[in-house]
C-alpha cells in the first residue's frame, strides 16, 4: 500500500505519483495521456466514490517524463461532493482507466492511500505552551543519568555536578533581589572605595578627598549658604524686613512722639537745649536731667542738629531717629524712610536659592567635564549606569549584545562578547 500521509482538513495540494511500465519493468506511456476521470476515490474503504472530477488535476506525463504521472487532489473543494472530504477519515485513489491501456494491458491499480486530521480527530495535541511547562515543571530529582540535561540542571539535593550547584556555590541559596543589590551600592560606604577616576572616587568621602562631587558641592555652597546661615539673619513677610541684630543701621530714619507734657524744645547755635515749658511750668536745662524725649524735625517742640552729637543711653523708642551717628542701635524700629540698598542681602545673609539657581548649579555638577573619568561627566556616565541596570537588553546568549535607553529608542551599549559573557569591544553613546 502506498500511504501519502495524513493531512490536514481542506488541504489543497495531496500529490498522488505513479509510473506505468513494460512486462520488462521498462517506462512506458499509456496508449493515451490519463485523465481526471481514470481514478476513482473511496472513503474508508466504502463502495460509494467520489462522483465528480471536481478538485483533481491529472498531468500525464509528468515533467514530460514517460511513465511517470502525477494527480494532485484538493480536498477543500467540495462542489458536487458535498460531505465527501471529512476530518478523520481515510481515502483511497484506484487508477481504472475507461479506454487507455498501459503496452496493450488493461490498468487496475491502487496509487495511493491517505488520512485527513486522523491526529486530531482523535483528541486535540498539547499546546507547544503546555509541552514546555511540563519540560520546565518536572522534577529533576529522577533524571540524574549523567551528562543528560536533566543532571545538567541538577537536582540541587543530590548533586554538586550540575549548574545549579555551580551557581548556588557562587551566589548562595537565594540571589538577591534587584532592590537588595541597589540598596547595597547606594549604602555603600565609600571611603575604602577612592581609587582615582572610579565611580566611589567621584561621589567622594568628603572626609577623604576634596576632588569629588561632594567636595566641590560643599566647597561652592558653602560661601552662599552655609555661612550665610550662621550669621545674622534675614526674614521677609508680606515685604517687612525683620532685623535680628544688625550692627550698621546706616541710613536708618528713627521716629518718636513727643511727650504730651512738653510744649516746646529748642536747642541755639551753641548746642544748648532752650526750655520754654515742660508740664505748664518754665524750665532749664538742667531740670531736665537724664530723661529727655527728643523728636526730629525742626518745628515747635522739636530739636535740629546742625553740629555736635546727641549720645543716647538706653532708649526703647527710637522711632523717627537718624541711626548714622547713634552707637547703640538696639531696638530701633525701620519706617518707610529706609535705605533700600541697606536692607538688601548681603555677604553672610541666609537665603534661599531660587529654582533657576538650585537647577544651574545641578546642571553644573553633572556636566562637569571629567566629572568621574576623563571624557565623561556625572550625567553620560549615569545615562550608561541607567541603560546597564534598567534598560532593556537583547543578544545575551549571542555575540552582540545590547543595552537600550530609557526611552527604548536608542542603543546606550553595544560590546561583542563571548560565550562566558567576556567584553572584546564595547561601544557607549551617552548622548
Do not use: C
Request: glycine content about 10%; charged content about 15%; proline content about 3%.
Amino acid at each position: 500500500m502506498n500511504w501519502l500521509g495524513d493531512y490536514e482538513e481542506d488541504f489543497t495540494t495531496v500529490a498522488v505519483f505513479f509510473t506505468t511500465h513494460d512486462s520488462a519493468g521498462a517506462p512506458v506511456a499509456p496508449l493515451s495521456a490519463f485523465e481526471e476521470a481514470d481514478v476513482k476515490i473511496y472513503k474508508d474503504g466504502n463502495a460509494a466514490e467520489k462522483t465528480s472530477t471536481n478538485g483533481l488535476t491529472m498531468t500525464s506525463p509528468f515533467d514530460s517524463i514517460t511513465g511517470l504521472h502525477r494527480l494532485l487532489i484538493d480536498t477543500s473543494n467540495d462542489t458536487g461532493d458535498a460531505s465527501f472530504w471529512q476530518a478523520g477519515h481515510v481515502y483511497s485513489v484506484v487508477l481504472s482507466p475507461d479506454t487507455e491501456t498501459v503496452n496493450s494491458q488493461t490498468v487496475l491499480r491502487v496509487i495511493g492511500t491517505f488520512g485527513l486530521a486522523l491526529r486530531t480527530s482523535a483528541g486535540s495535541p498539547p499546546s507547544a505552551g503546555t509541552i514546555a511547562a511540563a519540560v520546565w515543571d518536572l522534577d529533576a530529582t529522577g533524571h540524574q543519568t549523567q551528562g543528560t540535561f536533566g543532571q545538567v540542571l541538577g537536582d540541587s539535593a543530590s548533586d554538586t555536578d550540575s549548574v545549579w550547584s555551580l551557581v548556588n556555590g557562587g551566589l548562595g541559596s537565594v540571589p538577591p533581589s534587584a532592590a537588595s543589590i541597589a540598596a547595597a551600592v547606594w549604602d555603600l560606604d565609600a571611603t575604602a572605595h577612592q581609587t582615582q577616576g572610579t565611580f566611589g572616587q567621584a561621589i567622594g568621602d568628603p572626609g577623604a578627598d576634596t576632588d569629588s562631587i561632594w567636595a566641590l558641592a560643599n566647597t561652592n555652597l558653602d560661601a552662599t549658604v552655609s555661612s550665610r546661615l550662621a550669621s545674622s539673619s534675614i526674614s521677609l513677610s508680606g515685604g517687612a524686613v525683620t532685623v535680628g541684630t544688625n550692627n550698621d543701621k546706616t541710613g536708618y530714619t528713627l521716629s518718636q512722639s513727643f511727650p504730651s507734657n512738653f510744649s516746646s524744645l529748642s536747642i541755639n547755635g551753641s548746642g544748648q537745649v532752650d526750655v520754654i515749658k515742660i508740664a505748664g511750668t518754665t524750665q532749664t536745662a538742667r531740670d531736665l536731667g537724664t530723661s529727655v524725649l527728643l523728636s526730629s524735625g525742626t518745628g515747635t517742640g522739636q530739636i535740629s542738629l546742625s553740629s555736635g552729637t546727641v549720645t543716647v543711653g538706653t532708649n526703647n523708642d527710637k522711632t523717627g531717629y537718624t541711626a548714622s551717628t547713634v552707637s547703640d542701635k538696639t531696638g530701633y524700629a525701620l519706617t518707610s524712610a529706609y535705605d533700600p540698598a541697606k536692607t538688601a542681602a548681603q555677604a553672610g545673609d541666609a537665603m534661599a536659592l531660587t529654582t533657576g539657581e538650585r537647577n544651574s548649579t545641578a546642571d553644573a555638577l553633572l556636566d562637569r567635564t571629567a566629572g568621574v573619568e576623563t571624557g565623561w561627566t556625572f550625567r553620560q556616565a549615569m545615562r550608561i549606569i541607567l541603560s546597564a541596570l534598567a534598560g532593556k537588553a537583547s543578544g545575551l546568549g549571542g555575540t552582540t549584545a545590547a543595552y537600550r535607553d530609557m526611552a527604548d529608542s536608542k542603543d546606550r551599549i553595544s560590546a561583542t562578547v563571548d560565550s562566558d559573557g567576556n567584553r572584546s569591544a564595547v561601544t557607549r553613546d551617552a548622548t
